[in-house]
């Protein structure tokens, strides 16, 4: 096997948003082949491998319907490349019995298929495609390459090694500029990346003096040697090239629900189910009860309300939800950039833009706002309520209380504003939500068994016919977007075709803005969203004697008469009594001290995750959290249930990546034929030089100065 020594291409299917969840194990499985294509354009690049091992002793372990995954692939040789792509759990299916396939034709990017399966009579596949027809494909064939493959890793679960070359052998069919081929190997390993290479240039004079210097890149070391004196080694920290070729950066939720993304101190069993021993201090269960210890915000978690808030949390974020805004001012030599607003235009959807309402997202128009999902924009009373949708409708039931169940639709109601840097910090994301309430309950308490529409809402057996109608026991406030159907089930739109917009991810789920609740809504609750993939903290104040003074979050407060009725809607949002101008309402307070079912919560802390180096233009696994306020509804059932006003948290797992880069397009004709290359602007390490780069090479070069693309 040809220049098969030193190049590893490395696949590998894992949950990018499981920060803090290791695999249980890795398996090897005999490989079958591995191909890379570069035909010279980067929308026409091609990645496939495959394995099958008969016999195979080997189990999956893990479900990536319920986690999602990440596919990463590294090719190493004359050229390196390593990159890493999301996978979604919307993307995720079972294939029959023994195993799951993955498709991006609801969730996108350049990862086009995957599989894993055991067939019944022991043999294991694995299967995987990519294409850079559906998204930045940045792998090209190394030239010469020596050995790969890929790696599967499910969530919670086991990876599982796929190798071609090296210890595992196989036969290299074809290894030049265009293609890489590497089929039938004979053993089995799991690969990995090649060190990162080291240029050396020596100089001699006409004295005995020798100068050994070696060029500096990211992680690199530079070692100085001078005769006659010591050698001085310095290992310079790593960089990241700058993303200015990019002009959008897109944020996609991913399935959370484990993982720490920060406190609420001190700990205290919660109000919602330890009943008499609410309130007690705690650092585990144990002192709840039957109840729930409150002392962490779980990461992919929503969080809102006082001490004595009676809805379980948290909240379930949706996952595949979309969020794009746009790159400006972006500083070649700092990696430094602002964030602005997309609208419907820029992004091709009102499901993912950052626009407030107008012409960039839009209006309510006869009770309906201008854009929405496939069946009608949402019911509408002002233009407020129709910006561009922030999320999947997002259910909120409440077991203790069903009839209290809430489906909220949210939306921007200011331009997105922020900054962030090319290594992937998120300094600050300004995104103001409106978050539309109805108050539901259980919206379908009996379904259909069966029939032309199972699963669909129904009041008797001649709704079914010839299916039967059941009841069902769980709650579901919002809608259903049938995934087997694809019909709405239960709200305004049921019985009309839909999309899933997220997972199947808990009984309330998947949702779709082309189902929609029923009117009327309770109103909008204006929610300061501003989101970071650092820390931030947000503490309470003692402000005096009466009811829910006691522990009052920074802003949270709602100004309130000697009884405790608070002004608005809209809420007198405040932090102190100073605060309270109006007459009749001089009290700042929450409606019970505390926070998030803690009554003896007094400070939260949200921690973040940046995404890393994001000038590959792929996906990175990142967490942003808010700490905000949630103002009070005005329905008294609403509010003392979901104990509003108080304070509110979320941390969104999920991966974001730079797109849309600004491209140009080269054609070269020479007597071996016409060579078409796509260009970006140069993304190398500062100082910045000039010209453009194929996608998927390194930019070099001094500043002002003709680039280097290697």
């Not at 639709?409 to 504003?417: F, L």
Request: proline fraction near 8%; glycine fraction near 14%; include cysteine.
């Amino acid at each position: 096997m040809t220049h098969l020594a030193r190049v590893a291409v490395v696949t590998a299917l894992a949950f990018p948003f499981s920060t803090g969840i290791g695999h249980a194990a890795s398996q090897t499985i005999l490989g079958s082949k591995f191909l890379v294509k570069d035909p010279g354009v980067a929308t026409k690049r091609k990645v496939t491998g495959s394995a099958k091992e008969s016999g195979s002793p080997n189990t999956i372990v893990g479900n990536p319907t319920t986690g999602g995954a990440s596919l990463r692939v590294i090719a190493n040789g004359g050229t390196d490349s390593d990159q890493t792509f999301a996978l979604p759990a919307g993307g995720w299916s079972a294939s029959g019995s023994t195993g799951y396939k993955y498709s991006n034709k609801t969730t996108g990017g350049a990862a086009k298929k995957a599989s894993i399966k055991r067939t019944p009579s022991g043999t294991f596949l694995i299967k995987m495609s990519l294409s850079g027809k559906d998204g930045p494909l940045a792998v090209v064939p190394p030239n010469p390459g020596d050995d790969g493959g890929f790696i599967l890793t499910i969530t919670g679960g086991d990876s599982y090694c796929v190798a071609f070359g090296g210890a595992a052998g196989g036969t290299e069919k074809k290894d030049d500029a265009k293609t890489w081929m590497v089929i039938r190997p004979t053993g089995e390993a799991c690969p990995s990346a090649a060190p990162p290479p080291t240029t050396t240039s020596t100089t001699a004079t006409v004295t005995t003096s020798t100068s050994t210097s070696t060029s500096t890149i990211a992680g690199s070391t530079t070692t100085s040697t001078t005769a006659g004196t010591t050698t001085t080694t310095t290992t310079l920290p790593g960089s990241c090239p700058n993303c200015c070729a990019f002009t959008k950066l897109r944020f996609t939720t991913t399935v959370g629900g484990t993982g720490d993304c920060g406190d609420i101190s001190p700990g205290g069993c919660a109000a919602f189910d330890s009943g008499a021993n609410a309130g007690t201090a705690c650092s585990t269960n144990a002192p709840c009860g039957a109840g729930t210890c409150i002392k962490d915000i779980t990461c992919g978690g929503l969080y809102f309300g006082g001490g004595n808030d009676g809805v379980p949390l948290p909240a379930t974020v949706p996952d595949m939800g979309r969020s794009v805004t746009s790159v400006q001012n972006c500083n070649p030599l700092t990696g430094a950039y602002d964030l602005g607003a997309t609208t419907a235009t820029d992004t091709g959807s009102i499901l993912d833009c950052t626009s407030a309402p107008g012409a960039g997202s839009g209006t309510c128009v006869a009770g309906n706002c201008s854009a929405g999902g496939a069946n009608g924009g949402h019911f509408c009373t002002t233009n407020a309520q129709c910006g561009c949708l922030f999320g999947a409708p997002l259910p909120i039931p409440n077991p203790n209380s069903a009839s209290t169940s809430t489906c909220v639709i949210n939306s921007v109601s200011t331009d997105a504003a922020g900054s962030g840097t090319c290594s992937g910090d998120l300094s600050n994301l300004d995104l103001p939500l409106n978050s539309e309430i109805y108050l539901v309950g259980d919206g379908l308490p009996k379904r259909c068994s069966g029939g032309p529409n199972p699963g669909g809402n129904c009041l008797n057996n001649s709704n079914c016919s010839p299916g039967t109608c059941v009841n069902d026991p769980d709650i579901q406030p919002c809608p259903i977007c049938n995934p087997t159907t694809h019909l709405c089930n239960g709200g305004f739109d049921d019985g009309s075709p839909c999309t899933p917009e997220t997972g199947n991810i808990g009984p309330a789920f998947p949702t779709s803005h082309d189902c929609r609740p029923n009117p009327p809504s309770l109103g909008g609750l204006a929610i300061g969203f501003k989101l970071s993939s650092g820390t931030q903290t947000k503490g309470s104040a003692n402000l005096g004697a009466g009811s829910g003074q006691q522990a009052v979050f920074q802003g949270c407060g709602g100004c309130a008469s000697a009884a405790g009725a608070f002004e608005g809607p809209p809420t007198h949002q405040c932090s102190s009594n100073a605060e309270c101008t109006t007459a009749n309402f001089p009290n700042c307070q929450q409606r019970t001290n505390g926070a998030f079912s803690n009554p003896i919560a007094t400070s939260l802390t949200a921690n973040g995750s940046p995404a890393g180096c994001q000038a590959d233009g792929a996906a990175h696994a990142s967490t942003l959290v808010s700490l905000f306020c949630v103002p009070h509804t005005g329905n008294v059932l609403v509010d003392v249930s979901a104990d509003l006003p108080g304070p509110g948290a979320v941390a969104l797992v999920g991966v974001a990546q730079m797109t849309d880069a600004v491209a140009t397009t080269t054609t070269t004709t020479s007597p071996g034929g016409t060579t078409t290359t796509t260009l970006i602007p140069c993304s190398g390490i500062a100082p910045a030089c000039t010209g453009s780069c194929p996608i998927g090479m390194t930019c070099g070069g001094a500043t002002a100065s003709p680039c280097t693309c290697s």
